[in-house]
């Protein structure tokens, strides 16, 4: 700051000085040039031609005077053009240096104020800067709700600050997210290592029959398959994160057919109507993440349904991927929440074939990753509508 400073004053200071010699350079030419004019002129007018009446003649002390010496062989009147001339430019010469010495005088008085007014505005200029500087040093994860809210008028530093402003906004965002998520996961991890434990040590309590035995095992190997899930989503969402390690032009058209057929079975269990409809559509990106992106998109769409219910999903081929369902009413203040990891519309009850709440998230994620935008919006009549659009720059 106080190099900064410095720097800013050296500038200021020398521009303004420079300014200053300029300018005194100046009016010493221009009057240095028209000085002797001016001068002689007023000597010639003030000097009378001719006789001196006696009435004009200023009577001298008798010691003083001295008689006028004329130089042999010139005339009269040439004596006097020389004693006008003579007159002239020693009058111009004391008024040049006059004027010399009173411009280094003020040029001195005008560069020793430049500077101190160099060093003042560059303070002002660069407090805000300061006020950038501490509020970045005391900021840490405990107070990133503080903002520099700088109060002063438009202009670059101004926009700096209110930049500054929202990049801790997204930073306070990204670390609520990442702190609910770590407690979500641990959560998450912790209640199925209880059941198993709980499962263990009083299911197999005493001396328990092959009956017992085996439906303890059942029960174990449930749960195992829920954290196995779980473990599964997680690195998937990780990976998603890290962007895409390799690309390959891929029919979306084609897989959420594919995908349907997949799910076509459990549709049918929970009585829940497929219908797609498709145009041609490739992207570029991984197979299996795209994949997974799919998958998740119609899954929940046929989970989170009611009876007799509807799953639509659309393929359009300017970039769009759309999956809509019917289902409970979602409040519309909810769903941008939904891509949040572990973020669900109910609480979990830990039921059989209830997710662990990422399905969305990985979506969100496996978009980034292809650059692609995700929405989401509440169907009027219950449901909900996720739309998948990808940009032309990752179409072949």
Do not use: C
């Amino acid at each position: 700051m106080g190099s900064e400073r410095a720097r800013l004053t050296s500038l200021y200071g020398g521009l303004l000085v420079l300014a200053g010699v300029l300018l005194t350079g100046l009016v010493y030419l221009l009057v240095q040039q028209g000085l002797y004019t001016s001068i002689n002129t007023a000597v010639t007018t003030a000097v009378p031609r001719g006789p001196v009446p006696p009435w004009a003649t200023i009577p001298m002390p008798a010691t003083s005077a001295t008689p006028a010496q004329r130089l042999d062989g010139v005339p009269a009147h040439l004596d006097e053009g020389l004693a006008v001339t003579k007159i002239s430019d020693l009058a111009g010469e004391a008024a040049l240096n006059r004027l010399l010495t009173v411009s280094a005088v003020v040029l001195i008085v005008y560069a020793v104020l430049s500077i101190a007014l160099a060093w003042w505005m560059a303070g002002r200029v660069l407090r805000p800067v300061a006020v950038i500087t501490g509020t970045a040093r005391r900021l840490s994860g405990a107070n990133l709700h503080e903002r520099i809210a700088l109060d002063a008028p438009p202009g670059e530093l101004k926009r700096l600050a209110d930049t500054f402003d929202e990049m801790l906004d997204r930073m306070e965002r990204l670390v609520g997210a990442q702190q609910r998520f770590a407690a979500n996961a641990a959560h998450e991890l912790r209640t199925p290592l209880a059941v198993q434990r709980a499962a263990a040590e009083i299911g197999l309590a005493g001396a328990p029959d092959a009956e017992r035995v085996a439906m303890i095992r059942t029960k174990l190997i449930s749960v195992a398959d829920d954290s196995e899930h779980l473990i599964e989503g997680l690195l998937l969402l990780a990976a998603s994160e890290q962007g895409l390690e390799r690309r390959e032009p891929l029919a979306l058209d084609a897989l959420a057919h594919a995908v349907a057929d997949g799910l076509a079975e459990e549709a049918a269990g929970r009585d829940v109507a497929v219908s797609v409809q498709t145009e041609p559509l490739t992207v570029e990106g991984d197979g299996v993440l795209l994949d997974r992106l799919t998958h998740n998109l119609v899954a929940n769409a046929v989970r989170y349904n009611v009876p007799g219910g509807r799953v639509s999903v659309l393929v359009s081929r300017g970039g769009e991927l759309e999956v809509s369902n019917t289902g409970p009413e979602v409040p519309p203040d909810t769903v941008p929440h939904l891509f949040e990891p572990f973020r669900r519309l109910n609480e979990r009850t830990h039921a059989k074939g209830e997710g662990a709440g990422l399905g969305l998230s990985i979506v969100a994620a496996i978009a980034r990753a292809h650059g692609a935008e995700v929405s989401a919006e509440a169907n009027p009549g219950g449901g909900l509508t996720v739309r998948v659009r990808f940009h032309p720059d990752h179409r072949p």
